[in-house]
């Protein structure tokens, strides 16, 4: 069934990207009638990363109905990153905590707050940076590939965890395992091994073209 949110890509594998595309796919292949099917492809917003857990399982926002459905209530759930109680993190109405009713990561509200923040800054967290940070840009809506093409794309991606972007380079790729990211910090290397980066949030960079290195030296 579509959501309100969900975005329709293809119909019987043809693109889609304006409404009327969509109808006149289905004009053309005589689909208007009662009892035609049609197969549609269609992108599914997820939730905002930050309401997400590491495992990109969604967050309950915790209220009376969402712990007593869940069994929360008996859980001593404290916030992944400043260790403050959920049940002490509170608004005008209330608790104001989130927690995945899975795995039990929680998040409070405050560091929720400073999550939405650091989404929006262009601060990395790698120091000192790559070698190669000041020559490269983001690509805008582009997405990575998920096979093996994918095997030196550099890419920004967030850590809801503490709430800081990192640039890394992907240096191995497989359907079992993910992605490998590798995070250069002057002469130290860190990896991690994301299963799948459809639950992370991240950037792919490319290389400044000349005219935006143009751009640069005269903004400078």
Partial sequence: MLKA???????????ISTQKDLHEILRS??????????????????????LRCPQGKELLRLSFDTVMNTGMIRQDLRCKI?????WE?????????????????????????????????????????????????????????FDESDIGRRIRIFWHSTGDWWLGEVSAYSADHGHTIEYPEGDRLSK?????????????????TAQSNSTVSTSD
């Fill in 89 to 145: 993190s509170k608004s005008k109405s209330g608790i104001q905590a989130y927690a995945c009713k899975d795995c039990l990561w929680t998040l409070c509200n405050e560091c929720l707050q400073r999550l939405n923040s650091n989404m929006m800054s262009n601060k990395n967290a790698n120091e000192p940076p790559p070698n190669w940070s000041s020559s490269v840009e983001e690509s805008l809506g582009e997405k990575l590939s």
């Fill in 82 to 86: 400043c260790n403050q109680s959920a």
């Fill in 192 to 208: 991690e091994v994301v299963p799948n980066m459809q639950t992370r949030e991240y950037r792919v960079l490319k290389t400044l």
């Fill in 29 to 50: 292949e005589n689909l208007c009638e009662l009892g035609s099917a049609v197969t549609l492809s269609i992108l599914r917003k997820l939730p905002p990363v930050m």
């Fill in 5 to 15: 949110d969900d975005i329709i890509v293809s119909a019987n594998d043809r693109p």
